[in-house]
């Protein structure tokens, strides 16, 4: 898939920026039940955006529609367009497998592929598409676990299995994984919430490390967590027929301190939600 990074003025006097994702007047089923309506937003390129907002108003349904993972449940199916750089990912000419390896996944449980050691946790994506010499090979390892701050702390144990290791580290292996591949953008799916608060410190400063080279998107119900690491913040909320939809999307500190909606500010303060 050829992609181009597309510069976008964000008007008079200011520096251009590059949007990375976006979607355009996005609807997603499962079946006859639309999970998200009409969302619009555009998700810009090397900066964290939070997606927030109460339970059941698709915000993982939201987020896994950019890798196309949405479309793999029974009666899934979508209407609207989906950017990556400005090409319809759901367009006949892209291949999904193709597309995964530039969109990444990090889901809320930590999944390290349990047959496989920690090395071949971290290679299972090259070693798929025929990969590349051993030692090439060894050095993306290390590369990817010192990227997901792991390596110091694996790097004699990396026969042992993946699923040897802590709960954190399981999850900060499944990062390296998606490393592996060279992708271009990273959706977290409550990444922390399984984890103990120390464990998820480490995830959120991995993500500030990440944040300069890769565009990441997260799904949080932590509301200290969207404010700590992100740069933008969407809100999403559920209407009366119980579909998700986008209420307000800016730079977080507006959207935590000063935002347009009322009901952003009722759910930021915690009046409902």
């Not at 597309?99 to 290679?123: C, D, E, H, K, W």
């Not at 990444?191 to 944040?211: F, G, H, Q």
């Not at 799904?219 to 969407?234: L, W």
Request: glycine share 10%; hydrophobic share 40%; net charge negative.
């Amino acid at each position: 898939m050829a992609i181009e990074m597309r510069p976008r003025e964000d008007g008079p006097g200011v520096p251009a920026r590059t949007t990375k994702l976006e979607a355009r007047d996005l609807n997603l089923y499962y079946g006859s039940f639309r999970a998200v309506r009409d969302v619009t937003i555009d998700i810009p390129a090397n900066e964290i955006t939070a997606i927030i907002g109460p339970s059941g108003c698709g915000k993982s349904t939201f987020l896994r529609s950019f890798n196309r993972m949405h479309e793999l449940a029974d009666g899934a199916r979508m209407e609207g367009r989906l950017l990556l750089d400005g090409i319809d990912i759901y367009d006949r000419s892209v291949d999904a497998v193709d597309l995964r390896r530039l969109v990444g996944m990090v889901f809320q449980r930590p999944n390290p592929f349990p047959t496989m050691s920690i090395y071949g946790n971290v290679a299972a994506g090259l070693r798929l598409g025929g990969g590349p010499k051993p030692a090439a090979l060894d050095e993306i390892v290390e590369r990817c676990l010192t990227r997901a701050a792991l390596w110091d702390e694996v790097k004699d144990h990396l026969g042992d299995p993946g699923t040897s290791l802590s709960g954190g580290q399981q999850q900060r292996l499944c990062i390296a994984r998606a490393l592996a591949v060279d992708p271009e953008v990273i959706l977290m799916d409550e990444p922390a919430s399984a984890l103990d608060p120390i464990a998820t410190l480490r995830i959120e400063e991995l993500m500030l490390e990440l944040r300069g080279s890769y565009t990441i998107v997260i799904v949080t119900h932590n509301m200290q967590q969207a404010s700590r690491v992100s740069d933008q913040t969407a809100f999403f909320s559920m209407g009366e027929d119980r579909a998700g939809y986008l209420v307000e999307m800016g730079q977080t500190t507006t959207i935590f301190t000063n935002p347009r909606e009322q009901l952003t500010e009722d759910y930021i303060s915690g009046r409902f939600g």
